[in-house]
């Protein structure tokens, strides 16, 4: 979408999506399922709309992630607690989360109502054809409550892009490490953040450095070469087009309205010091128009 609405409702929406993985109440929804520790948690958490899933699924699915990271999780946390019983745990938590960050007036608002509408009717028009966690949340039962329903329809439109940069990323033959290192020579995540959580080791961070100078996207101090730079916009343009279709179902007016509406929202979750600074999905603050 030429005028850059599909990613400025990602700026919006991401931010509200990732209380999941922050908020205090998502972890005590997840000690208190059995699970142990943040990352058995994250995977489950995460993981559970797809049910009782392999570690080899999740890890094909999540992309970036050493398959012992996910082997330490899974399937371990579905032998503590059920997919089902994450799921409704999940979504408890983030009700909770949510009202919490934005408050009760807020969330019990008729302006709130109406964001949850907007964004169920948007997760709901997503293409989820080939993009398997997008499918899995969209399949999920529309929550009454107007915080739960928020956050589950902002997690289905978050995976179904999540999704369809995976498939970007493997069209264009970048692996796991090497679209890491090219998203942390561009500035918009910490390299060694993203080596160490998702466990690759050095060697293999190193391998995929020098591939990229090998092909002249990488320069000899680690920064992005033209064609890097080039190659990396590439992947965002091409991932921001496959992301288009809720918004074009929703409409410029309303599409609009729900960015408007949830820019309150991802401020208040921005300002609450949850997310911590180096996030790993490289979300930075622009001032990003959403109409023309």
Do not use: I
Request: aromatic share 6%; glycine share 8%; proline share 6%.
């Amino acid at each position: 979408m030429a005028d850059g609405r599909a990613r400025a409702l990602w700026e919006r929406y991401e931010p509200v999506h990732d209380l999941v993985y922050f908020a205090p109440e998502a972890h005590r929804a997840a000690d208190a399922l059995g699970l142990r520790g943040f990352w058995m948690g994250y995977f489950a958490l995460r993981a559970a709309p797809l049910g009782a899933v392999s570690p080899s699924v999740v890890t094909s699915c999540f992309h970036v992630f050493h398959p012992s990271r996910v082997a330490r999780a899974l399937p371990d946390a579905w032998a503590y607690a059920a997919p089902a019983d994450v799921l409704a745990a999940r979504l408890e938590a983030m009700d909770a989360a949510l009202t919490r960050v934005a408050g009760a007036d807020a969330v019990g608002s008729a302006a709130f109502a109406q964001a949850a509408d907007l964004a169920w009717e948007a997760a709901a028009a997503a293409d989820t054809t080939g993009r398997v966690l997008a499918a899995a949340n969209q399949a999920l039962g529309r929550p009454e409550r107007p915080a739960a329903r928020l956050w589950q329809a902002v997690t289905t439109l978050r995976e179904h892009r999540g999704d369809s940069h995976v498939a970007v990323l493997v069209g264009l033959g970048l692996g796991p490490v090497e679209a890491m290192v090219l998203k942390a020579a561009a500035g918009e995540s910490d390299g060694a953040f993203l080596r160490e959580t998702r466990k690759w080791p050095a060697r293999d961070w190193a391998a995929a450095e020098e591939r990229l100078r090998a092909d002249g996207r990488l320069a000899a101090d680690g920064s992005l070469t033209p064609a890097g730079a080039a190659l990396r916009a590439r992947t965002e343009a091409l991932t921001d087009a496959a992301a288009e279709r809720p918004w074009t179902a929703l409409g410029a007016e309303r599409t609009e309205r729900l960015a408007a509406l949830l820019e309150p929202l991802a401020h208040a979750v921005r300002e609450s010091g949850l997310l911590p600074a180096a996030n790993p999905v490289g979300l930075t603050r622009r001032t990003l128009p959403v109409g023309r």
